[in-house]
């Protein structure tokens, strides 16, 4: 199935789409129902049931703020590194009026993130949870538009992106779609890619 899309895309709203809303309560039950509560009650020693159910409701806010991940942010972050990119932007500092479209070849962005939550009883920790947000963008047929050092807009495009985000190693939600990109995306001030000069 292929989205389009038209404006900021989090982690959340592509894990969970039209229950983005009810996000931190459905990782709550999905950590409690892969057993983490249990494992964490066990690993504390008698931290009892309304325990391991207070773990897994922090484990499921803890998720959820991580799911505000800007997934165009991720994308752009490591497009500041690409060097054709970089190569453009120099050129269009040292050439003010200029711009230049940079072919970004077919290529793959991953990117993993892992907070985690330390479980304290009477100020000992006694468990720590992970969490692991997986991301990977294989990004097609996409023009960068370079003007004066900055990359200030995307031109067409498609996405096929894959995320999963698992706690201590169990899977509790992912997802794999195609995602048209609208025909330009304007970078608002832009991504600086080179100083300008002097």
């Not at 000992?124 to 004066?148: D, N, P, Y």
């Not at 992912?174 to 330009?184: E, Q, Y």
Request: charged residues 20%.
């Amino acid at each position: 199935m292929t989205t389009t899309l038209v404006g900021p895309v989090t982690a959340r709203w592509f894990l969970f789409g039209k229950h983005e809303g009810d996000a931190a309560e459905l990782l709550a039950k999905a950590v409690e129902d892969n057993g983490v509560g249990g494992a964490v009650a066990a690993a504390a020693g008698g931290l009892g049931k309304a325990g391991a159910h207070a773990v897994c409701d922090e484990v499921g806010r803890t998720a959820d703020r991580l799911l505000d991940l800007d997934l165009g942010d991720v994308l752009v972050a490591a497009w500041r590194k690409h060097s054709a990119l970089v190569a453009a932007g120099q050129r269009t500092a040292a050439a003010p009026g200029t711009e230049e479209l940079v072919e970004l070849a077919t290529h793959k962005v991953t990117s993993t993130h892992r907070p985690y939550v330390d479980v304290l009883v009477d100020g000992i920790e006694v468990a720590t949870v992970e969490l692991e947000l997986q991301l990977s963008f294989l990004v097609k047929g996409m023009l960068g538009v370079v003007r004066a050092g900055r990359l200030v807009a995307l031109r067409t495009g498609s996405c096929e992106l894959s995320a999963s985000l698992s706690c201590k190693g169990v899977k509790v939600a992912s997802r794999k779609a195609t995602l048209d990109l609208p025909a330009t995306v304007r970078l608002g001030a832009g991504l600086t890619l080179a100083p300008a000069p002097g």
